[in-house]
C-alpha cells in the first residue's frame, strides 16, 4: 500500500455536513474551481448540501402544485460536484477504503456497478483520486449518463437491460473480477457501508438543521414528520435512520415503481424511474426502521418531469394555478424523474397519514433534467408534444389527484418479510453468511455502523496531517 501522503485526500464526514469547518484557503479554492475546473481534485470539498454562503440547497415546494397541506420540501443536489449527491456517496466509499488499506490508485482497478448516478459519481470521483475507473451500466440508461461517465476519465462498460436489470451488473462484475483478481476491486453501492454513511450522517444530519431554519421561517415547530425516498441502492433513505433518532414518531416511507414491485410485492419487471427499483433489497438498506412502503407509476413520474421543465408547463403553472414565477424556475432547474417520483410519495405520504400545516415531509432531488433530455424526446414521440392543456391536466391527474393506492405500512410481519427477501441476493448470490444477514434485523447492527462515522474522519485528518 502507498503511505496514506501521497494518496488524494479530500473533507471528513464533519466537513461535509458543516463545510464552514473546511480550512478557508481550501474551500475558498474549492469554491473558485467549481466554475474554473470542476475536474480539478479540490472539488473535493464541494461535497456539501451547503453553498459558499453556508446555505442548504433546498425549496419549499408551492401547495398550488402538490395541492396537501402538509409543507412539502426538497434538497436539491444539481449544485453537487457530477450534479447528483451520489458524488458523496461514492467519494464515502472510497475515501473509506483507502484509508483502511483495501485499495490503493498505484495498484488497483475499480468497479463502480450502477444504473446512472453512482457511476457518474465513481467516474468523478475514481478519476480525481488518481484511480483507474471503470463504470458498468445498464444499456438503456439515457445517453446523458454514458456522456458523462466517459467525459470524467472513466471506462464504460454496458450490460444488457434497463434499470431494473442489476443481476446482469453483478455478472459483469463478478466476470471482470475473475480475469485479474489481484488488481479489480469492486466497489458495490448496494453493499458497501460508506453509502449509507454519508446519508445517514451527512444528509441526515443537514435535515435535522434543516427543521430548524424552517421553523424560523415560520414553516414547521422545528421537527420533520416524514422522510421519503426511493430505493436505488438503498443509501439516501439512511437519513431516515437519523431523524428517527431525533424523532421517535418520524416516519421513514420507501418507494418503488408500480413497474417493479419489489419489497410491496416481491414483484419483478422493467420500469424508467432511473435510480430506483433495481429488483432487489439492497444490503445496505434499514428495512426494520422503515414505516411504509409506496409504490409511484413510471410513467407518471416521466410526464410530471416535463410538466416541471417544459415551457408549456411553467406556463400553466403560473398563469392558470398561480404557482410563483421563481419556483416555477428553480423547479426545472432541479428535477429530474426520481425527484418527481419522491415528490409524488411525499403527497401520497401527506394524504396517507392526514399530516397537517405544521407537518413537514422533506425528501431529496437525486438529480436534475440536464441527464433527460434524450428520455423527454422520446416522450414526444410517444406521447406528442405537451401543450398547456395536457399540462393542466397532468398537474391535476398527478399531483392534485395522487391516489392511496400502492401503499403496505410497515408491520412486525411485513418488515420481517422485506428483511427476508434479502436472502436471496446477498446469501445465495453474493456470498454473505445467514449469521450477518441476521444480525441486521437489530437496530444495534446499524447503530454500530453508524458509530464508525468519528473513527473514519480521525482517519482523514491523520491522512491529510492534520
Known sequence: MTETSKLVIGPTFEEMLHPWKIDPQVRAEAHEMMEQDPLDPINLYNITWRDYEDRIYYEILPPQLTNVEAPIVVLYSKDFPTGSHKV??????????????????????????????????????????????????????????????????????????????????????????????????????????????????????????????LEQRGVGKGKVAAYVSAMGSGGTIAAGDCLKQKWPDHKIVGLEPIQCPT??????????????????????????????????????????????????????????????????????ETFGISGVCNVLGAIKTA??????????????????????????????????????TEAAARLVSIFHSQKLDWIEEGTRRTRNQWHNLKYYTWVEQQGKSVEELDAQRDQGYWEDQQAQVEEIDRRILRARGG
Open 88 to 213: 458523496g456517496a461514492t467519494y464515502s466509499v472510497l475515501i473509506e477504503k483507502e484509508l483502511y488499506g483495501e485499495v490503493d490508485p498505484a495498484i488497483h482497478s475499480l468497479i463502480w456497478p450502477s444504473t446512472g448516478n453512482y457511476g457518474i459519481g465513481g467516474a468523478w470521483v475514481g478519476c480525481r483520486m488518481d484511480f483507474d475507473s471503470i463504470v458498468i451500466l445498464p444499456e438503456e440508461m439515457s445517453v446523458e449518463r454514458f456522456e458523462l461517465v466517459r467525459s470524467y476519465g472513466a471506462r464504460l462498460i454496458l450490460t444488457p437491460g434497463c434499470e431494473s436489470n442489476v443481476k446482469e451488473i453483478y455478472d459483469k462484475s463478478k466476470e471482470l473480477k475473475a480475469q485479474d483478481s489481484e488488481r479489480v476491486r469492486i466497489l458495490n453501492q448496494f453493499e458497501v457501508m460508506g453509502n449509507y454513511r454519508f446519508h445517514y450522517y451527512v444528509t441526515g444530519n443537514t435535515i435535522v438543521e434543516l427543521a430548524g431554519e
Open 263 to 332: 419489497i410491496f410485492w416481491n414483484g419483478y419487471g422493467g420500469h424508467d424511474i432511473q435510480g430506483i427499483g433495481d429488483k432487489h433489497v439492497t444490503w445496505i438498506h434499514n428495512v426494520m426502521n422503515m414505516d411504509a412502503i409506496m409504490c409511484i407509476d413510471d410513467i407518471e413520474s416521466k410526464k410530471g418531469l416535463q410538466l416541471l421543465t417544459e415551457e408549456a408547463g411553467s406556463k400553466t403553472m403560473v398563469d392558470r394555478y398561480g404557482v410563483p414565477e421563481e419556483s416555477v424556475r428553480l423547479m426545472a
Open 351 to 388: 394524504k396517507w397519514y392526514g399530516f397537517g400545516k405544521d407537518d413537514v415531509i422533506v425528501t431529496i432531488l437525486t438529480d436534475a433534467i440536464d441527464r433527460y433530455h434524450s428520455v423527454m424526446e422520446q416522450m414526444d414521440e410517444t406521447y406528442g408534444p405537451m401543450d398547456e
